[in-house]
């Protein structure tokens, strides 16, 4: 049994906050996954379903961010879980908008869901950091992480990352992190499509201007003239003695 966790504030006001990011996560998994509707369990909303066989818990903490360990450690000791179980989704400040690490264990970089985290069940768990960019200024964070995504990238890498990030829950159960980066890199960050190969190059002798061609031979009227015209002269030297 394994535990997903999507890390967010509850209800309408923030629902499309950057902040909530991860709860945008377990909802695109649980709809594309079937799970059923959600229940209120341990604080959080809580459901149940399989991931390619494997028995999988979604867990959305309704004690806002700075208490979500609470919820998750009352979900681990009911279901008598290690933290290895556990994998977290949440937005990352260090990672530019639509990029996603994998990695197990680290430190909390500032983020307070992560910090009650690891108050309440170690740091052991695996992470699924989400990039939603930087302001730029450390004082414009709060306001940033608590403004909704824009239009543009609702629209956006938002749209192409979260239908990926839910169809590679497979992979991420089976422990291959980096393919899971590298296929949704590809899908939110496609390469440019590859130039048309030009034509070869002419090479030095096709380039070349054709050689002249030879004279044309005289035609068979003229040749016979002109041959007509040296035997007569042929004959008057005869004649002559020359």
Not at 15 to 42: C, K, T, W, Y
Not at 77 to 82: A, E, V
Not at 144 to 156: C, I, M, N, P, S
């Amino acid at each position: 049994m394994l535990l997903f966790v999507g890390l967010g504030n509850p209800g309408p006001k923030y629902s499309q906050n950057r902040h909530n990011v991860g709860f945008m996560a377990l909802d695109e998994i649980a709809r594309r996954h079937g799970f059923p509707a959600a229940r209120n369990r341990f604080q959080s909303t809580f459901s149940e379903g399989r991931i390619a066989g494997q028995r999988v818990l979604l867990q959305k903490p309704e004690t806002f961010m700075n208490e979500s360990g609470q919820a998750v450690g009352a979900a681990l000791r009911f279901f008598k879980l290690p933290v290895s179980a556990v994998t977290v989704f949440y937005d990352d400040l260090d990672l530019k908008p639509g990029k996603v690490k994998v990695k197990t264990g680290g430190g909390a970089g500032g983020h307070n869901g992560l910090r009650s985290l690891d108050a309440h069940i170690g740091n052991g768990y695996q992470r699924v950091r989400i990039g939603i960019g930087h302001p730029g200024d450390k004082y414009a964070v709060m306001n940033y992480v608590l403004q909704d995504f824009a239009k543009a990238e609702r629209d956006g890498w938002l749209a192409d990352l979260l239908p990926a990030l839910a169809d590679e829950a497979a992979t991420l159960i089976a422990g291959d992190s980096g393919r899971v980066m590298s296929r949704l890199a590809h899908a939110v960050f496609p390469p440019p499509p590859k130039a048309a190969t030009p034509p070869a190059e002419e090479t030095a002798a096709d380039a070349a201007e054709p050689a002249a061609a030879a004279p044309a031979a005289p035609t068979t009227l003229a040749a016979a003239f002109g041959t007509a015209a040296r035997l007569a002269s042929g004959k008057q030297e005869d004649q002559n003695g020359f």
